[in-house]
């Protein structure tokens, strides 16, 4: 699959509005040629005394509707090329999403979310400036230093006058291209400092409550100071550049004024040339320069965000790291067992597996607990079930079918996760527990509410389920939150539940009796328990204890204690930590 980066699409689309507005621009500005041409030949005529009263009204009605006609198709000409700049940002920051919905947890792990916003706000932002206001200004600029070098040239002015006065102007160009790379280069590393800022404060304001906790703000606001200076020094440096730039141009500007009122000046007294004629030529020079001046800056514009286009297009040519198969066929985890043979597993860039050698089978409908200590590989296995990372190929099968060859769809579909720290979105609680099932019935969110235990805090809210968490609402308890996204688990029926450490956060009263509920909901339906205490898991029909990514121990709970072993021991030191808290 090849990318087609972001101007593609959006050019297919709208490149017939594009033609429009440059018509319309084109269009004024032959009609703004005329301007000086016109004055021209109404100062010959007031100085050769000819001039009637019939000629003032011709002449004035013809600027006006020099104005007029300037106005209209160039105001609409912009009015067009900034809609469609519009309708660019919609479109890219759709795509961008789109896009983003699809890269995997590792492409995650590695790019920050700071990172990601820049390309969201800054990039496209800075794109669309280039492309509609840079066209915008570009077409209109140089349809405008095209007819008033052509009306020059048709009008009587000498050639050499011209050349004269509009020498300087030629400059331009070349000051551009010397000083057009360094804008580019100490542009692309304010672009760098700020997302490094973003992603600081992005992951500073996540960590806001362990800050205030610890009492080390000052600290954090040094570092976030640091990054903010860094931005200073940069953008103090473009700033000096641009100034530059933007101060050159002008002069040269009038410096070519400067030539043609002295130039032409004396060509005029010597009588060279018509009065009517240096009027209109200094005109075109006045009218030349904010043409010239404007390229300038588009040139500007478009050095800053062709280093926003490129990052939009790699980023848009990255890969998902998961992929469907060319021969990917839906998988049915209600009847198919699960069998892991031989499954090693490393991260990428990690140097060593987390897991090793698994064999394992899970039939329908079992219940399987897993106990390790942390960073002893719980999660990673059960994220391959779900394919957030790929295993090797035949090392995980459901069915007949490796799990790389079923659908990504029927997979995440079958499977209910409910990770230890569920995240919960800024809306009701009722839309957070229908996450993946939009269209259900307020009686099923009720269940799922009851099973999860959740349902009577939720019911104490004055809103109750319509209750908003977050920004602009409030705020759960640990407890609360994991038993909330517990409940999203619950209402997706799954034909395989997934609790990774999932009741860690309650107390244990309440854990004994989710427990007991997912003993009686989950009756004949896949189950996979992953926690730290053994009374959450004991019930299972098996249980694997994992260590350093290796099955040491399997069996039902009562197997486990009777073997010597960590699950024992684990066991033990539970025990002896619930009997010294009832005081036995
Ligand atoms: N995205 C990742 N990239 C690289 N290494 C990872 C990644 N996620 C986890 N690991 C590493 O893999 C190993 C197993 O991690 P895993 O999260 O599976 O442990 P766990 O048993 O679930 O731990 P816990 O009980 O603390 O949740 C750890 O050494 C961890 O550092």
Avoid at 141 to 156: H, K, P
Avoid at 341 to 364: C, E, G, K, N, W
Avoid at 400 to 424: C, H, K, W
Wanted: aromatic share 8%; proline share 4%.
């Amino acid at each position: 699959m090849k990318s087609e980066g972001v101007l593609k699409p959006y050019f297919k689309q709208t490149w017939h509005i594009y033609l429009a507005s440059v018509t319309l621009h084109a269009a004024a500005s032959i009609i703004f040629a005329y301007f000086p041409k016109v004055l021209g030949d109404f100062t010959d005529k007031l100085k050769s005394g000819v001039l009637g009263s019939h000629d003032v009204v011709h002449y004035s009605v013809l600027l006006v509707l020099i104005g007029a006609g300037y106005a209209l198709l160039g105001g609409y000409g912009q009015y067009l090329v900034m809609y469609v700049g519009r309708l660019f940002e919609y479109m890219t920051r759709r795509r961008l999403f789109t896009h983003f919905s699809h890269l995997s947890e590792h492409y995650y792990s590695k790019n920050g979310v700071g990172k990601m916003l820049n390309y969201f706000m800054n990039d496209v932002t800075g794109v669309r400036e280039s492309i509609s206001m840079g066209i915008n200004q570009t077409a209109m600029a140089s349809m405008l230093l095209f007819s008033c070098v052509g009306a020059m040239i048709l009008s009587d002015i000498p050639l050499y006058l011209i050349a004269a006065s509009v020498g300087p102007l030629i400059l331009i160009p070349w000051i551009v291209i010397k000083i057009g790379p360094i804008i580019r280069q100490r542009s692309r590393k304010v672009q760098e400092s700020l997302g490094t800022m973003t992603e600081s404060a992005e992951e500073q304001f996540g960590g806001i409550r362990v800050t205030k906790k610890f009492a080390v703000e000052p600290i954090m606001i040094k570092r976030f100071g640091a990054y903010v200076d860094q931005i200073k020094t940069n953008q103090l440096s473009l700033v000096r550049i641009s100034s530059l730039f933007q101060a050159i141009v002008p002069f040269l500007g009038n410096l070519s004024l400067i030539v043609s009122l002295a130039y032409g000046g004396y060509l005029t007294i010597k009588g060279e040339i018509t009065l009517g004629n240096f009027v209109a030529l200094t005109l075109y020079v006045r009218m030349l320069m904010n043409p010239l001046q404007q390229i300038g800056n588009v040139i500007n514009t478009v050095q800053r965000s062709r280093a926003s286009l490129q990052r939009l297009n790699e980023l848009m040519a990255v890969q998902p790291d998961i992929v469907e198969a060319d021969n990917a066929a839906a998988a049915n985890l209600a009847k198919s067992p699960i069998c892991i043979s031989d499954l090693t597993f490393t991260y990428p860039d990690a140097p060593q597996p987390a897991l090793r050698h698994i064999d394992l089978v899970i039939q329908p409908g079992m219940t399987l607990g897993i106990v390790g200590r942390t960073g002893s590989g719980k999660t990673t296995l059960v994220k391959q079930l779900l394919r957030v990372y790929d295993p090797p190929a035949d090392a995980i099968h459901i069915g007949a079918a490796d799990i790389r060859e079923v659908t990504l769809e029927s997979l995440r579909n079958q499977i209910a996760y409910v990770p230890q720290d569920g995240f919960l979105f800024s809306t009701s609680i009722r839309e957070n527990i229908a996450f993946a099932r939009r269209q259900a019935r307020q009686s099923d969110v009720d269940s799922a509410a009851k099973q999860a235990r959740i349902y009577d805090n939720i019911s104490e809210f004055p809103e109750g389920f319509e209750t908003k968490l977050g920004e602009r609402g409030i705020t759960l308890s640990g407890g609360q939150r994991q038993r909330t996204s517990l409940a999203r688990g619950f209402i997706m029926q799954a034909p395989l539940m997934i609790l990774d450490d999932s009741v860690s956060a309650v107390d244990a009263v309440t854990e004994s009796e989710i427990v007991h509920t997912i003993q009686q909901e989950r009756q004949g339906k896949t189950t996979i328990i992953i926690a730290h205490r053994i009374s959450a898991l004991k019930h299972a029909d098996l249980i694997i204890v994992l260590n350093e990514g290796e099955i040491v121990q399997r069996g039902k709970h009562e197997e486990l204690l009777a073997e010597p072993g960590p699950y024992a021991e684990l066991h033990a030191i539970q025990e002896e930590g619930s009997q010294y808290a009832s005081g036995h």
